[in-house]
């Protein structure tokens, strides 16, 4: 197979690959074991279809002289349908309103029975159903209406008489061209015209004529579909092939692609004036606007719900939760994880290293992430804060033993020894919160908990500063203005035999917070976390309910992470987990039932290890040095390579091949809307390689646009 | 049941309890009752026999689902998840129980492989090797709606659901269901009850157009539609074969598009106010729980709500003849839907199956408990569907008794996956077909061979239904009369 590469002008070479045998080798060993979770092409047609896979190991020929040439070529050509938020778009940009919110009443996305996919992907050769059809028709037809209604002239800036007149004709025109992503050819232009007058005629109107036109071309395949068919012409200069796998896209196809990828919408005029001009296929030019589009905040919005979507945290706040394990989770608190994440990512599109997305101490947090690290906001970043009443804990506590506690310490020990003030709140504020400095004495394995109630509202707090280094909790409460009364006392008394563990308060104060409380802080993260596996939002998502879930975790850094294919359970086995006894407590020991049945062990014993290494944070991620008083084992291996936690965990994956080249992977799917087969893998280890070499996203980005991948196609698709 | 209107006046899409929705008042269409306030009977003619699908997911507690009493008269001894149908004189004796049925194909047995197996009888593994594959076989409810194509007023199906809830975080099933075409692709379904109000009446006909005018609105109304045609076949030469297909596809479900409008009239009669039920997303709320004393705010879906609502746009839309096929899911396979208000339920359906502590402290109370409550709750969504269906008049008879209803889930039992006493009801008389009221012992019959039933009674001439070792071709005929 040969391949044009731009650099070196039309040079032909072959294509060996042996990252991608490699890859291969390795998943089919393990498909013998019982256990396929190779990288996942969906086409991956040479993959054994039964366990005894001894014709289809490509080990076997690891030696072998025939396959050093592989097949290349990009995706094939095809008609793409937009996604729902593309349809949204586009519909806001033909009907040039910004502010539509249509919502469901355009067609959802189709459903995938597959754990993870993108929505161009689910969206790119579904069919429409024929109620998404029906809708079309009704939405179209309505929401022109709307917009035709409305005081605005920036749609019509003239009065229409008749369909012929230059005010209907210039409509009509850019109308189409806005529609349809592309100048309307002079047939299309009169059959629309011949409507517009039918309607004209019939219900004497000429706005409405143009009403009905403009309806229906936001139902025509023209703007539903983008053909992406491969009949463009090369940039002068640049070598010319006729190599019929690498058909150049035609210029305002070119624009669409590029848009639709990184702003989910149509092009704009500058980009579309650029594809009239035929000025796109110049790479420079096309880097150029690659690089415009995303800094645009659409282009940020944009890969912002490509990581959302790859890292699946785009429901955060539905996710179910049960209130009497996790207490703390809330829908403000979840917003304050996606925050985070979404900061996170935007780091990379701003010039972090990509790797960084593993390894970052920072954190973006508002004032509800920072109380639920337990992070101290610096200088009280963010939160506006004002001490409305400040009490020192006098020394002592009544039945308390206090030896050994420093003489500012109250020791709160029993319900005879809590803190009671009473204060008032003057004015009204944004939100407030009970500020308290302590720590806790460390008398067994359980956590040791301080309540404070404020009135009728109690919260409670996990006191992890020891004697040496003792910390200040918030608590957040919102206060009308009145009188209230708090109080700080030891929520641990539940803990059967009660341990040695005290609560040692320094002082207490009621704070004010007029700030946003969403504002985020840029600060870093506490000791016990670094980068995405060690964020809240991740960690709550993939865990359960009530729980952790190693499998969940691990299944995240198999499948999205290292772009791996797990099956599915065996049938006919009961999926549940013991449930934790005095024997059983921790997690790993729950789930070692998975790896003493042959069937279950198959692939758990790839999935589950990675998953207990994050054993450390609970289902919502909050910190815990022990399960339930037992001790966490948190070591584990990668494939062969060994790590300690989720710190350790991430810094491997971080220098991991495979996760570059399952982030390009990923990135692909979601700007063609295609899953790769073999024939698009050299391109794709391709910019892998430009990941690991430049270890900047928007690198990538650029290269992906300017790659054979994103300016080509092959034939046709077959179905 | 002569004397009751097509439509009681106490079916009202009603001002929700949470304020969300406005009052509607649905039509009395007076216009087409005869003297005697049977609806349709001008000419006699007998009313059309319709079909519909009810699906939810992660199956039901078999042992507490399955009634205790075999043949007729079920209710008299049924089982605790079978109560709220048992209690409801108006439609039991027109629900059947179907138990001890299964599904016949044992080379897999996740969610999606039963689900495939017990809507369309197969389930073919995805060449790729990939999770879930393709579902090769068409649904029972595809079969039907294709056989009586263009034979409604308006609308070939109507497919919709209730709960948007995922599996975890993932895409997965947001929109997936219970309607496949038989090309691998599972059609959507609407979640939105405007949606589905304004996909049945919203008929584009502008408020101030005169009833003279309405021949020249149609007759640019189906201009539209010829344009659209004009670009499809202008596109069409550019594509490949796989490409063409999807768009020929595609303007073959146009016709429905245009077959609405020509009969835009027919559909006018059973639209009153211009009120409408609201959005999807006015069907989530903020709900303040509290368990053991913790509060804890979750955005919940409201079922209840939703579910009485779209029952009511399904007996519209099969009363005034705008389709003649449904499908309803109250909530997808294997998904997470939280029932909060359950108030003993704490985790989402398809994890309470699995992992059901529900917040015991006791660590042997793993009795899933929830699953037994979700069922039960379920049933009773089930029965609401049955009521509107039995509260609106259909010639002499009302709704119910001219439809036929197949009501099951991927599993009986999902806790184990297991393929054997699958959830099956079958409800309605499909216009006299069927018997029913009964509880029919399945020992170890394809459970295929209930649609294939289903659909041969509602007149499909099928030789059999699905495909492989799945495949049914004899009828389950103690439920035929």
Known sequence: MRFTDHDTGSTMRSWSTPTVRAIHAAALSLWVVGCYHGAGNANDDDLPEDSDGDNADPSNDETGDQEDEVEVAPFPAGLRRLTRLQVENAYRHVLMHDDLILGDRLPLDPSTDEDFKFDTELAAFAPFGASDIIKFDNVALSVVAEVFDMPSDTLLSCAPVDAQDQCAQDYLQGMLRRAFRRPPTEQELDEYTALAQQTQDNLGDARQGLEFATATAMQSPWMLYQPELGDGQRAQGEATQDDADFRPLSDHALASRLSLFLWNAPPDEELSALADAGELQDPDVLAAQAQRLLADPRGRDTMKGFFTQWFGYGSIETLPKNSAVFPDFSPTLASAMRAELDHAVLDIIDGAPYDSLFTSTQTWTTPALAAFYGIELPGGAGTDTQVLERWEAESGGQGCNTDGVPPQFHNLCSDSSQLRRTFTIDEAAASHAITVRAYATQGGNEVTRLRVTVDDEAAEVEIMATASDPATYTVPFTLAPGDHEVVLELANDYFEPPDNRDVMVDWFEVVSRNADPNAVVKTELPAERQGLLSRAGILSVYAKPIDTSPTTRGLFVRQRLLCEIIPDPPPGVATELPPSSDDIKTNRQRVEIHMTEQACAACHQYIDPLGLALEHFDGIGVYRETHDGAPLDVTGDLDGVQFDGAIEMGERLAEDPRVLSCAVRQLSRFALGQHESDKQEPLLQELAGVLQQTRSWPTVIEALVLSDLFRTVADHRED | ?481
């Open chain 2, 1 to 481: 049941m002569s004397n009751k209107h097509i439509l009681s006046r106490r079916t009202m899409l009603r001002s929700l309890t949470t304020g969300i929705g406005a009052t509607v008042a649905l039509p009395i269409f007076e216009s087409m009752l005869d003297d005697h306030g049977v609806a349709f009977a001008e000419d006699g003619a007998p009313r059309p026999v319709r079909y519909g699908v009810f699906f939810w997911g992660n199956g039901v507690r078999p042992d507490r689902w399955t009634p205790n009493r075999v043949g007729d008269q079920w209710w008299n001894d049924p089982n605790e998840e079978l109560a709220p149908i048992a209690e409801n004189a108006m439609i039991r004796d027109r629900v059947s129980i179907l138990s001890g049925f299964r599904l016949l194909d044992n080379s897999g047995s996740a969610h999606h492989k039963t689900r495939a197996q017990i809507l369309t009888g197969a389930y073919q593994p995805s060449p790729s090797g990939n999770c879930c594959g393709q579902v090769a076989g068409a649904s029972s409810d595809w079969l039907v709606r294709q056989a009586w194509a263009g034979q409604s007023q308006l609308r070939d199906a109507v497919d919709v659901g209730i709960s948007q809830t995922n599996k975890g975080a993932s895409n997965f099933n947001v929109n997936s269901g219970t309607v496949f075409n038989g090309n691998g692709d599972a059609q959507p379904l609407e979640m939105s009850p405007r949606a589905v109000y304004d996909s049945l009446f919203g008929n584009g006909l502008p408020e101030d157009v005169p009833l003279a005018d309405i021949t020249a609105f149609k007759d640019s109304r189906l201009s539209m539609v010829d344009l659209v045609r004009e670009d499809a076949a202008r596109l069409r030469t550019k594509l490949g074969a796989a490409d063409k297909q999807r768009l020929d596809d595609h303007l073959e479900q146009i016709l429905q598009v245009e077959h609405g409008i020509e009969n835009l009239d027919a559909a006018s009669a059973c639209m009153l106010p211009a009120m409408v039920p609201s959005s999807a997303d006015a069907y989530r709320q903020s709900v303040m729980l509290e368990q053991d004393g913790q509060p804890a705010t979750i955005i919940g879906e409201l079922l209840i709500e939703k579910n009485k609502v779209m029952a009511e746009l399904i007996a519209l839309a099969l009363a005034c003849d705008l389709t003649r096929v449904f499908t309803f899911q109250h909530h997808g396979m294997q998904t997470d839907t939280m029932f909060w208000n359950l108030p003993s339920v704490s985790l989402g359906s398809h994890q309470s199956t699995h992992d059901d502590r529900n917040n015991s402290p006791d660590p042997q109370a793993r009795d899933f408990e929830a699953v037994h409550e979700i069922a039960t709750f379920v049933m009773s969504q089930f029965g609401v569907l049955l009521q509107a269906l039995a509260d609106t008049a259909d010639g002499t008879e009302d709704l119910l008794d001219n439809t036929a209803i197949y009501a099951t889930s991927e599993y009986g039992d999902a806790s184990t996956h297991s393929l054997e006493n699958m959830a099956i009801m079958v409800a309605g008389g499909a216009g006299g077909a069927l018997r029913t009221g009964m509880h029919y012992e399945g020992n170890g019959r394809n459970a295929v061979e209930v649609p294939l039933t289903l659909m041969r009674a509602v007149g499909l001439n099928l030789d059999g239904f699905g495909q492989g070792v799945s495949r049914a071709t004899a009828s389950f005929d103690p439920m035929l009369m």
